[in-house]
C-alpha cells in the first residue's frame, strides 16, 4: 500500500511539473526562464502585440482553475491509492494524462454553440518543436478541428467547466458574449511564460478561420500567465504577490 502522503506529494509534484515539459523541449519551444507576474497594463499590451480581442481582455483565475482540476484528480488519487498501486505504474500514469493535458500553458479548445466539447489540443503534443506547427494529426485539415488523439480527445469538458474561472482585468466574473448565429466557439489560452507556442497558435488558428469564411467561429482568447506562475510559487511567493496587489489597488482607489 502506497502511503497516504505519498499520494498527495504525487498530486502535487504532477500538477506543478506539468507546466511545461523537459528542459531542452523547453528551451526549443522559447521559453521564458524567468517569467514576472504580469501587471494588468502588460497583459493589455500582450493583447496588443498579438492584436487579438482588444474590446475584451479575459484572463484566467489564478488559483481557481487549478483547484478545480485538483478536485477532478483526488477521487482518481483516491481510487488508486486504496488498490496499492504504484505512482510509476503505467495505470497511474495514464489516469494523469488527462489532468497534466488540463494543466499546459498553451491550450486551444473547440466547442459546439451549445457549449459541448468538439477538440482540444494542448503544447505539449507539438512534435517535432520545430517548426512547431499546430495542425497536430490534422488538427486543422477539416471543419471543425478534429484528430485521433485518444488522450486528449478522453475527458474533455464543456464550456460551462471554464467560465466560472474566466475573469476580467479586475478579476470580476464574466459571461461570454456568444452571438445567436455562433456555430463555434473556440478558447485560446496563452501567455508569456510560453511565448513561442503562444505565438505559433494564434497565427496558425488566424490562417486556419481564413480558409473557412464562410464558418461562423467565436473565438475568446484567455491570458493565463499570472495562473500558471501561481501554482509554481511557494505559499510565501503567494502571500508576497496578494500584498502587493492589495498595496496596488489601496493606491488606486486613493
Partial sequence: MVPKGTWFLLCGCCLFLVSGCSVSYRLLLVVDTTPHWRSNGQIEKDFKRYR????????????????????????????????????????????FKPFKDDMQPVQLRYFAANGQPITKMVNCYLNPPIPMRWNVDGLFNQLPPAHNIATLNNHQQPLEYFLPHVKDLQGQSITLPIQPETEYV??????????????KLIKSLKEYHQQHPQAKVQVFYIHN????????????????VKAALQEIASRQSK
Fill in 52 to 95: 487579438i480581442g482588444q474590446d475584451a481582455v479575459y484572463v484566467l483565475d489564478t488559483a481557481s482553475y487549478s483547484a478545480s482540476v485538483r478536485a477532478r484528480v483526488q477521487p482518481i488519487a483516491d481510487s488508486l491509492m486504496a488498490l496499492g498501486l504504484s505512482k510509476e505504474s503505467d495505470t497511474v500514469l495514464r489516469a
Fill in 186 to 199: 473556440a478558447l485560446v489560452m496563452f501567455n508569456r511564460y510560453m511565448i513561442r507556442p503562444s505565438r
Fill in 225 to 240: 500567465h499570472n495562473s500558471q506562475l501561481w501554482m509554481m510559487y511557494s505559499p510565501g511567493q503567494q502571500a508576497a
